[in-house]
């Protein structure tokens, strides 16, 4: 059967509801559609001047399949979901096949625990959310440590504890596991943070100014100025987060399209609160129109999500009043979808479309490269979304000397020089490489819990299964989870290109080719930490070797420093000089030119 005989292609198709499928002759499946008339709908396609895309498509079709529906609703739905599941090269595909994050308040518990939370939402407990990525539930949970102070540790962990971890010193946990803190103030912290989480923030402020006053009446001044940062704080908030004059549950969706790409920019309201946006870039025909692009995501995005109330949008989509119908059956009450807004709603859709703009011209540009590795790299460890933050350490010393651990970081940008850092490590057994990892992470991510930088998504360790088994357990002492951690270490024959990848928990390694694009992001990632971490000892060993060596000598000051510097041109040259030759510089007595030649002798042979 071919596109020339539409009289035999379209023989047998019932005039009724139902989802279509293009063939092409080898079995694979060109586009998928909808409709409320198969015959009519498919009947169109060889009967009409067609645009140049669906001219190239129909000159390919080599059989039609259909799929009867009760409703063009139920159709809708189908679509949706074979479109995700087949991906055909003309239809508008939308990479979007994860579950969201929530934050997870395990209410069940005597003292209940905020997580980071991804799968079924049908088990005991509270779930806030859906939250846009990772980083944003990541974000609130460390708002709410310093507001409301939550536990956030596994329960064994908190179970296990005879003295309090670094969270209470920190003032990140009340200490309910050593009972620091009765369950009745506790239980006053958790529902705050549930009003928080739900929007209710003025009645939290409500609450904690008539404490502040109750605790000024009774002369409790310093519980009474620890409530009022804290209202400060939720003021701050308040500004920051909140849609002015806007409640309730919403999403603001707005499309660009430029250079044959297309962007769809999300922003999600709930409570009022704007819990973050993201960006997508679904892969569609170049030359295919705003109201098809958005008609086409929406289907795909909202087909297995909790829809809100009111969805806004920038272009109004194809067959609106049928999307409204059948995200109405499936969230069981009215969803509408609305794209002339005014006032608040109106500002919000225009920074919408800023952002959608922004986001396809920053996909466009020099970062496509960057970008397409980024997106390997998502698929090879199988990651719900493109990580927006990643962080790799290494250790570089000389047989032990002037220890150095490393940490570079890289986003969705590239290289984030401005946060890489340097650890001079100290108090170890030199040589010992897990002791030196224990205490740069220790170091690292206690500023992090503190709120210095974002806990990021994915974490790089050059080693193996027990280098990640000795990094896993220092964090777990510092109460940071939700990163997935990644060892990178050599093949059995250590030679470049055979890597393998060893994650926590996982039993085998993973091997990726030598040309994927997430093995050269990888590469790029871990070479740029050995770099970073070889720079940093190689500067504290010149440092040492330039200073500490002349300067932990009794009676060479500044001066006699210079002489023989000088006379020796330098540091080499002074260490090859015997004593009779030091003793010839001006100012230096044959028992001082002894112990300069004593101490750089005992400097070299010790390492």
């Excluded at 289907?299 to 109330?309: E, G, H, S, V």
């Excluded at 220890?403 to 984030?416: I, K």
Aim: glycine residues 10%; hydrophobic residues 40%; proline residues 5%.
């Amino acid at each position: 059967m071919t596109a020339q005989d539409p009289r035999h292609l379209l023989q047998g198709l019932p005039q009724a509801p139902g989802v279509y499928r293009m063939v092409d002759v080898g079995g694979a499946v060109l586009y998928v559609g909808k409709a409320k008339n198969l015959k009519r709908r498919v009947g169109s396609y060889f009967s009409r001047s067609l645009n140049g895309r669906l001219q190239l498509m129909v000159s390919q079709i080599a059989d039609i399949e259909v799929t009867v529906t009760r409703t063009e609703g139920e159709a809708l739905l189908l679509e949706s979901n074979l479109i995700k599941a087949l991906r055909p090269r003309f239809n508008v595909l939308l990479r979007d096949d994860k579950s969201y994050p929530y934050i997870y308040l395990t209410t069940q518990d005597d003292f209940p625990r905020l997580a980071f939370y991804r799968g079924s939402r049908k088990g005991p407990g509270r779930f806030f959310g859906p939250y846009p990525s990772a980083w944003a539930v990541r974000e609130t949970l460390q708002l709410l440590q310093k507001l409301f102070p939550v536990r956030q540790c596994e329960d064994g962990f908190f179970r296990n504890r005879s003295r309090p971890c670094l969270q209470y010193q920190i003032k990140r946990c009340s200490g309910p596991c050593v009972g620091l803190i009765s369950p009745e103030h506790y239980a006053e912290d958790v529902a705050h943070t549930i009003k928080f989480l739900d929007g209710r923030t003025d009645e939290v402020v409500d609450e904690l100014v008539e404490a502040m006053e109750r605790a000024s009446g009774a002369l409790a001044f310093e519980r009474a100025a620890a409530l009022r940062d804290q209202i400060s704080t939720l003021r701050r908030i308040q500004q920051r987060q909140y849609v002015s004059g806007e409640g309730g549950d919403l999403d603001i969706i707005a499309c660009a399209q430029d250079g044959g790409m297309h962007c769809v920019q999300v922003f999600f309201i709930r409570g009022g609160r704007n819990l973050g946006n993201k960006a997508f870039f679904p892969q569609a025909p170049e030359d295919t129109e705003a109201s098809a692009l958005m008609a086409g995501f929406l289907a795909q995005f909202y087909t297995d999500k909790l829809i809100p109330p009111e969805l806004i949008v920038s272009v109004a989509p194809d067959d609106v009043e049928l999307l409204e119908e059948a995200f109405s059956e499936q969230a069981g009450r009215r969803v509408q979808v609305r794209c002339s807004v005014r006032t608040e709603r109106a500002r919000w859709l225009e920074m919408a479309r800023g952002n959608a703009q922004i986001a396809l011209k920053s996909r466009l540009g020099s970062q496509a490269g960057y970008a397409r590795r980024l997106e390997a790299l998502r698929d090879a460890l199988d990651l719900a979304e493109l990580p927006s933050r990643m962080e790799c350490f290494d250790i570089s010393h000389t047989r032990g000397e002037r220890t150095v651990a490393s940490c570079v970081v890289f986003d969705a940008e590239g290289p984030r020089k401005s946060d890489y850092r340097h650890f001079n490590i100290e108090g170890i057994t030199p040589g010992d490489d897990y002791a030196a990892m224990h205490q740069a992470l220790t170091r690292r991510y206690t500023r992090i819990k503190q709120g210095e930088h974002p806990v990021p998504d994915i974490l790089f360790i050059d080693g193996g299964r027990g280098q990640i088994g000795a990094v896993a357990s220092a964090l777990q002492e510092l109460g940071v989870t939700g990163m997935l951690i990644v060892g990178v270490s050599k093949g059995p024959d250590r030679r470049p290109g055979t890597e393998q990848l060893w994650l926590l928990g996982r039993e085998a390694a993973v091997i990726l080719p030598s040309d994927s694009p997430a093995m050269h992001l990888i590469e790029q990632i871990r070479d740029e930490a050995h770099r970073f971490a070889i720079t940093g000892h190689r500067q504290r060993r010149a440092k040492a070797r330039t200073t500490s060596v002349l300067e932990e000598i009794s009676g060479v000051g500044p001066k006699r420093r210079q002489r023989l510097l000088k006379q020796f041109g330098g540091l080499r040259g002074l260490a090859r000089a015997g004593v009779e030759d030091i003793a010839g510089v001006d100012g230096i007595s044959r028992q001082l030119a002894q112990q300069i030649y004593d101490a750089f002798h005992q400097d070299v042979s010790g390492s």
